[in-house]
């Protein structure tokens, strides 16, 4: 399989720090990074990546709200998203799918799974 290219959007360094390097172990994915919405909202639509890993709860402009406006955007609303949250929660878990999101994963996630994780909700083959 090609390289993927998977953007993470997270505030929290640890999770970015410990997510880019199960991605790169396991399925030797090129990872790019961003500390808020904002940013991942202007990465996406210049790095175009395969696939982005958001957080939920993030300050400002949270990951629902980050979602809602990569979606409006003609370059990145094409990019599937997986948001990452500690909200495990059935009712949670459905608001999420309702939106048009690919998938959900839940933190904390399985580091030495994650890329797998990923691929089967992308349905890519690793």
């Known amino acids: 399989m090609a390289e993927k290219r998977i953007l993470?959007?997270?505030?929290?360094?640890a999770i970015q720090a410990v997510a880019s390097l199960s991605l790169k172990m396991e399925a030797d994915w090129q990872v790019i990074t961003a500390n808020s919405g904002a940013e991942g909202i202007a990465i996406a639509g210049q790095e175009q990546p395969d696939a982005?890993?958001?957080d939920v709860m993030m300050p400002?402009?949270?990951?629902i709200e980050t979602f809602k406006q990569l979606q409006q955007g003609p370059l990145t609303r094409s990019i599937p998203v997986i948001l990452l949250t500690a909200k495990?929660?059935?009712?949670?878990?459905?608001?999420?799918?309702?939106?048009g999101v690919a998938g959900v994963i839940t933190k904390p996630f399985n580091s030495l799974t994650l890329a797998s994780q990923i691929?089967?909700?992308?349905?890519?083959v690793l």
């Open 8 to 13: 993470i959007i997270d505030d929290e360094q």
């Open 52 to 54: 982005i890993l958001l």
């Open 60 to 63: 400002m402009l949270d990951g």
């Open 88 to 99: 495990a929660q059935a009712a949670e878990q459905q608001q999420f799918q309702s939106l």
């Open 119 to 124: 691929a089967q909700v992308l349905g890519w």
